[in-house]
Every structure is written in structure tokens, then in C-alpha cells.
């Protein structure tokens, strides 16, 4: 492929610089899809930790309890300090038989690896590997990657692929290599377009592929975006938090793939507001409780009502002055 290439450049391109500029360009996306590629493929699955793993007396217990809920109350109380929210179809703990573990949050069992891999995506035979925590950054720059070599040789190719078809290329054996270097590389891209359009989305909505498949059951309820925080958390969860390793084949998630913040549980209390009409109806209120203008006959009666008071309390205290020894000693004298 590299020679097809190669003779292609050398045949169809006369000016030097662009020769030098489609090079350079071509290498830059050969070197970053291949980086991605070995990564996906040598980076080992992440299993559980140890924490998730039945002890010895766990393990008794289980084996000698028949299978019910006797069982699952083994589970409980192994699974009482760990970080997990999703169940099975039936409401138990998500238990492996295989590996002996409390299966963490989007874990699962791969038949071909026969292991627990957490937040396994797909065993892709592409790459012979599991895709999930540790190398899902890296498969999706190496679906990226790739697409872009591919589309960069089709669009380099497509000007002289035109001149193949009208004659307008020296007949020699380099038509044929111009040919198949199209085809090839215009097939790669609608096929590669298509996958990473996809995990793009998934990785939008916070999804694996066998939660598209098979949402996860939480305790109270089934939810399809019960791990999807928003657009930009999102990302971050693939990607990490530095922005600068993000288009690197590099590692750069600080988590450790065994708990995921979800948008059902662990919620800040919000205060309520009170609703617009509670608060219309009280400023009605406090309207209605400020004093109105007095009509005339209105303002007439409390005048009476302020003298006849006025009176009541000169009588008054003339009676208590009446009362008073020295005040009477006074009259008297």
C-alpha cells in the first residue's frame, strides 16, 4: 500500500513543494493512526479491584446457601460498602460466577476473554482486544485517525483517479495503483464514517454499546441516560480533564473504572422556589392589606368615634383624680 502510494506521488505530482507538503501530511496521519492502533490493541483490559472480589467465608457462605434470597443476602452484605447502583432484570446484585465478583457498574464478562472488564464497550476482532475503560480513548482516535488517512488519500487521488478514466495519464503501470488506491481508500472512509459517527454519539449520551442494547437497571428504575451528565462531563469521561492529551494516544483519565457518577443518585438538594403564583398571590396580598383612601362618611364617623373617646377619658380621669385622698383633701379644704 505504502508503494502504491508512493509511485502515485511520484508519477501524478511534478511540483516538488506540494510532493514535500502532501508527504509530510500523509505521514503525520500514518504515525498518529498507527500510534492509536497499537495502543488499542496492546492496552489490557482493566479488571475489577480486589475490593469487589468475594472473600474466602463470602465464598462459603455462597456455596453452602441454596440459590434464593439467601444467597443475595450474602451479596448485600458484601456489597454493602461499595459503590453500586445498577442491578439485574430481577432487582439482585450484579454477581459473576465465573470471576467470583460483585461486578462493578458497567462491567461485564467477555466470553473470549473470560474476564470481567469494566465499562467493556465490544470485543472487537479488529483490534483482538476488549474495548472498555483502559483503551476506549485510544480506539476511538484510532477510528479517527484512520478515517482522516483515508480520506486524505482519496482527496490527494480524486483529481488524478478523474484523469485515469479520461485518459488524461501516461500509460503505465501507476494508472492501476491510482485506481485501487481510490477505491480502497473511498470504501475505508464510508465504512470508518459510519463507526465513529456512532461511538461519537455514544459518547455524547454517555453509552457503551451493550447499554444501547440492554439499559442499565438502577434500584428504583430502568434509565438509558442514567450515566449521561451533559454533553461536556461527558467528554471528559472519555477524554480526561487536560484538554492537551485529548488528541494524543495517551492515558489520561484519573479515575479507576470501578464507580461512575450518575445522574439519579448522590443529587444536591435543591431548594424549592415557591411558583410565580404564590408569589403574585401575596404581593396581592400585602396590596390589599395597605391602607384605602376614606370616603367622606367614613372619615365623618371616625372623627365622632375620636371625640366620644376623647371624652371617655377626661371622665376617667376625673374619676381617678376623685379618687386620690390628696386630691379630695384638696377639695375639701
Known sequence: FYSFLFSHFSVTMTNIGEKVMCLV????????FVWSYWKTIFTLPMNPSKEFHLSYS???SLE???????????????????????????????????CHLVKPDRCHHCS??????????????WVNNCVGFSNYKFFLLFLAYSLLYCLFIAATDLQYFIKFWTNGLPDTQAKF??????FAAAMFSVSLSSLFGYHCW?????????EVFRAPIFRHRTDKNGFSLGFSKNLRQVFGDEKKYWLLPVFSRKKDGCSFPTCLVNQKKKKKKKPGGLNSTSK???????KKPLRDSQSHLLTEKKKKKKKSAKAEKGKVGMSNPALTMENET
Open 25 to 32: 501530511a500523509y505521514h503525520i496521519f500514518f504515525m498518529l
Open 58 to 60: 463470602d465464598k462459603e
Open 64 to 98: 453452602r446457601e441454596p440459590r434464593g434470597e439467601s444467597q443475595q443476602e450474602v451479596l448485600r452484605r458484601a456489597a454493602k460498602d461499595l459503590p453500586i447502583y445498577t442491578r439485574t432484570m430481577s432487582g439482585a446484585i450484579r454477581y459473576c460466577d465465573r
Open 112 to 125: 473470549v476473554c473470560d474476564k470481567c472488564i469494566l465499562k467493556m464497550d465490544h470485543h472487537c476482532p
Open 177 to 182: 495503483h491510482i485506481m485501487f488506491l481510490f
Open 202 to 210: 455514544l459518547v455524547s449520551k454517555n453509552k457503551s454499546t451493550l
Open 284 to 290: 396581592n396580598e400585602k396590596k390589599k392589606k395597605k
